[in-house]
């Protein structure tokens, strides 16, 4: 167990191969020769834990949970916007959904990245506003998300990779792009090095972390990301129900809708209900 993130099954692991998971421990020096898809979603979570507090509600929390996990200044802000979109769109009627976003709405998102035009729309509201609207808008703060953790600003990770040397810590971070068919891709990676003394042993440990990376991911398709495929693993997906439902009978005195749920849990409503049918 690293930190909270316990090791994994890997899909490919036998006795003549290094498990994929020992990605998880920044005190190895053991690299594999495969990536399992869970394995690559549970490095981002692990190194961004530092950053989070476990209330489910939180923006850093839904953050964490993103996959591919936003790293730059821009990508973050974008996540952030979609964010607070998708909490007001899911509370709008029919006839709201039909009118599309109006002026008043668009400036409302807007308002959300800036915290002091923030507190002035929370007091004069451009579009009235249900309690449950409020409420929604009032939770989820920009200023909640840690500095980027990468230069590119438009950057998402699919893979984080993380070793402690005896002079300091390398930080690898496999980035990916989309296609015009919303097809995932590893490019580059961004390697950061943190030096408390010599930096001869970082620059090796570089040097062999963007080599295994190069020759294992550079320009492949993501492993594991087909139609269908699952993002949460069951433990999760029940826990993270458990603590949705809590929270909103804690804060509105109700379990959520489907709708509602999904949108918590930062996902569709059919994914809701593939969970289920896959976990049930």
């Known amino acids: 167990k690293i930190g909270n993130v316990a090791y994994l099954d890997c899909d490919y692991h036998d006795s003549n191969t290094i498990p994929c998971d020992v990605l998880l421990d920044p005190n190895s020096s053991a690299l594999p020769t495969h990536l399992c898809y869970y394995l690559q979603r549970r490095s981002t979570a692990a190194y961004v834990e530092r950053f989070v507090d476990?209330?489910?509600t939180s923006t850093?929390?839904?953050?964490?949970?993103?996959?591919?996990?936003p790293v730059g200044h821009d990508s973050m802000r974008a996540w952030f916007r979609n964010l607070v979109k998708n909490t007001v769109v899911n509370t709008l009627t029919p006839d709201e959904l039909n009118a599309g976003v109006t002026p008043g709405w668009a400036q409302m998102?807007?308002?959300?990245?800036?915290?002091?035009l923030r507190g002035h729309y929370?007091?004069?509201?451009?579009?009235?506003?249900?309690?449950?609207?409020?409420?929604?808008l009032a939770r989820h703060r920009i200023e909640e998300l840690p500095p980027s953790l990468v230069p590119q600003a438009n950057s998402r990770a699919g893979l984080i990779v993380e070793r402690t040397t005896l002079h300091g810590q390398v930080v690898l971070f496999g980035l990916i792009t989309e296609d015009d068919e919303h097809t995932l891709n590893f490019v580059e990676p961004v390697v950061l090095c943190y030096a408390t003394g010599s930096t001869k042993d970082l620059?090796?440990?570089?040097?062999?972390?963007?080599?295994?990376?190069r020759g294992l991911l550079l320009d492949k398709r993501v492993i594991g990301r087909t139609r269908g495929s699952t993002i949460m693993t069951r433990e999760e997906f029940m826990r993270r129900q458990r603590e949705v439902r809590a929270e909103w009978m804690?804060?509105?005195?109700?379990?959520?809708?489907?709708?509602?749920?999904?949108?918590?849990?930062?996902?569709?409503?059919d994914t809701?209900?593939?969970?289920?049918?896959?976990f049930s």
């Open 250 to 269: 804690h804060q509105y005195g109700r379990s959520p809708t489907d709708i509602e749920l999904a949108e918590e849990l930062s996902i569709s409503t």
């Open 109 to 116: 998102f807007e308002a959300q990245l800036n915290p002091t």
């Open 122 to 136: 929370a007091r004069n509201p451009a579009v009235p506003l249900t309690d449950i609207q409020r409420g929604r």
């Open 272 to 278: 809701l209900s593939r969970y289920r049918k896959r």
């Open 60 to 69: 850093r929390y839904q953050w964490q949970h993103t996959w591919p996990l």
């Open 203 to 213: 620059a090796g440990t570089a040097d062999k972390l963007q080599q295994w990376y």
């Open 54 to 56: 476990f209330d489910p």
